[in-house]
């Protein structure tokens, strides 16, 4: 019985090992990622984008960088249009002070690289395969000037938002898949409800998905802009970095900022890079956007949506040939932070071999015992493995087949 005992738990521990592997292996291939994530099933902070609820950031001067409805944390970032990068190092009582980083190369090297591209008329671009992926994760948000009221459950104003950009994408020749599907109620596990909406879109094989949302901030002259002669709200980007697809995910929201901002200059605030996935680890090209807040008007929201789709194709390339490639890009759908995703197997890897021989040792009652059964588990093992036959010496392997 002992001795089975010691079998079973050196067995369950090689299975754990191999379970670990296949999970890395698994979480490579996009076309396999689980449509379930843990993150955000027990959480009790306040959800993103809930009207007046809200947080100012500030600079070391005490001089407004941004303001925004969500949790800020200590290590957040922020990215300006110009490349001023900035960490949060301290939050209390609606506040966050943030530390200048110096400016973000990749974005001043994006800036140059699209200032010095030819913007393509607006016509039928569309030469490259693929398709964009549109949902949103909170679909009561609603525009009070234009809505009445900043939530109407399962069919807020948002959809307008959304359905402004598809249309936009769709007159270019751009296969769009909108996926309405509403996520109510407003809550944290909001994001865990649209995950499942987010994968199905994956099925297809997006070269970009966007999450659809608008900012909780009271204060409508924050995102409030002229540009081109319209009166628009202008849109933040967000980032989460809590998956192994953000140094991705981020040069994805660098470049679309950079692009936007070039076709149309300011169009985009910032970038945003915060606690949370945000399902962005389902693809490499998965963005959040906000666009303008609860106290703008839906149709500035609009034409500021408008304006941000009209460089989506310059972004992702899809002006014909392959896409824009700046300095230090990634192509759209290349998985990275497998570092990550290693440091993930090796905890794995770690916690259950330490176990296995706790549980031996203790078993065993001595180290040299333990020693003695763990080395016959893996003459048990390795006999289990199929062996080649063996190549005699001196003969080539079409000398030995003939002999045989």
Do not use: C
Not at 143 to 151: F, I
Not at 272 to 289: E, P
């Amino acid at each position: 019985m002992k001795n089975g005992s010691r079998r079973f738990t050196l067995y369950a521990a090689a299975l754990l090992v191999v379970l670990a592997l296949l999970v890395y292996g698994v979480n490579r291939d996009i076309r396999f990622l689980p449509v379930i994530n843990t993150a955000g099933l027990i959480n009790n902070e306040t959800p993103d984008h809930v009207a007046g609820t809200f947080t100012t950031i500030l600079d070391e001067q005490g001089e407004m960088l941004s303001m925004m409805s969500r949790s800020i944390y200590v290590g957040d970032e922020l990215y300006t249009a110009e490349g001023r990068g900035y960490r949060i190092s301290k939050v209390k009582d609606g506040k966050a002070e943030a530390v200048f980083m110096g400016l973000d190369s990749q974005i001043v090297s994006y800036n140059d690289f699209f200032s010095a591209q030819e913007i393509p008329a607006a016509t039928n671009i569309a030469q490259k395969k693929g398709n964009i992926a549109i949902y949103h994760s909170h679909t009561d948000e609603s525009y009070v000037p234009t809505d009445g009221t900043e939530a109407i459950p399962f069919k807020g104003g948002i959809y307008q938002v959304g359905k402004t950009m598809v249309d936009k994408l769709q007159g270019r020749g751009i296969t769009v898949n909108y996926d309405q599907t509403a996520h109510d109620p407003h809550d944290n596990n909001a994001y865990v409800r649209s995950r499942r909406t987010a994968a199905n879109l994956m099925k297809n094989k997006p070269i970009a998905i966007f999450d659809i949302h608008r900012d909780g901030v009271p204060d409508p002259a924050y995102y409030r802009a002229e540009i081109g002669g319209k009166d628009v709200a202008r849109l933040r980007i967000v980032v989460g970095k809590s998956n192994p697809r953000m140094d991705a995910n981020m040069d994805f929201a660098r470049r679309m900022m950079t692009a936007a901002n070039n076709v149309h200059p300011q169009i985009v605030k910032e970038i945003f890079v915060g606690k949370g996935d945000y399902n962005q680890d389902l693809s490499a090209t998965a963005l959040l956007i906000e666009a303008g807040t609860h106290t703008n008007s839906r149709e500035q929201a609009e034409r500021g949506i408008a304006l941000f789709t009209d460089a989506v194709p310059v972004a992702l390339g899809i002006k014909g040939g392959a896409p824009a490639a700046g300095p230090t890009t990634q192509q759209p759908g290349q998985a990275t932070g497998a570092g990550g995703g290693w440091k993930a197997v090796g905890w794995i890897l770690g916690i259950t071999l330490a176990l296995g021989l706790g549980f031996v040792l203790i078993n065993e009652g001595s180290v040299d015992k333990a020693r003695d059964n763990i080395l016959g588990f893996v003459r048990e093992i390795s006999g289990l493995i199929p062996r080649g036959a063996a190549r005699k010496p001196g003969l080539e392997e079409n000398d030995q087949e003939k002999e045989e």
